[in-house]
């Protein structure tokens, strides 16, 4: 059976709570042996981690979204600093910019992350990013800071160039539902184009459902239709695709991979 990784969603969501273990369960029947549970204020950076602590193959990120950052309160880099001393934080996430809703003032957003970024070098863990309509901003914050931490481009939604100079500044890049969209040509370019290293797969669910099961709640089983589609736009098998992305989350996140497959090859 094929082994997945969905790197980041949101099972904690109120969008789950008639549902969420009956949805964890889907997740294990479709082979999705490993998730990470998202962050994105200091309320879902704890449940996330409950959620984590209490369900076998989920672990956990905390972190200010950019939305959240003018809601932020004075002390929300101790409380964050607190809360990543548990066994099951791997990151800190979701953090970024988000110039598309705006939702928190674009120097407010900028301070936040930067703060962040900060204090994901100290604690020597990943950061997952949430970028949307500003990667010209991104880049330039990126490439202003001495140190940056290893990390993950969330859910990404920009061209090919974009994506290749996240990976050459070290970054892995993460698709989710909108690759299986039928006009998405210059994300499945994207796609394409990401050294097989560096490539990720998620849900961000309860959000942007794959498809076939596109405008329905997303879950994090429907993982598989995002590594289905990524398989088919590269070349490579299912369980190829499923083997690589699994592992390059297991290497980013720090946790450990085994695949029975890979062991009888070699
Ligand atoms: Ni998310």
Known sequence: MIELFD????????KFDEDR??????????????????GSDLRTSES???????HEGVWA???????EAAAAPEDYLDKLRAISREEKI???????????YDLSPRDVQRRVLNEQLDLACELDLPAIFHIRD??????????ARSVLPRGIIHCFSGSRETALEYVRMGFYISFSGPVTFKKAPNLQAAAQAVPPERLLIETDSPYLAPEPVRGRRNEPA???YVCEKLAALRGMTMEETAALTAENGCRIYGLPFSCEKRETIV
């Open 7 to 14: 790197t980041h969603c949101h099972l904690d969501d109120e």
């Open 21 to 38: 273990e009956a949805a964890y369960e889907r997740l294990r029947a479709r082979g999705v042996t490993r998730a990470v549970c998202v």
């Open 48 to 54: 996330s981690l409950r959620f984590a602590q209490t």
């Open 61 to 67: 990120a905390c972190g200010v979204h950019p939305h």
């Open 90 to 100: 791997v990151a800190i996430g979701e953090i970024g910019l988000d110039y598309y």
């Open 134 to 143: 500003a990667h010209g901003d991104m880049l330039d914050i990126f490439r």
């Open 222 to 224: 429907n993982v598989y």
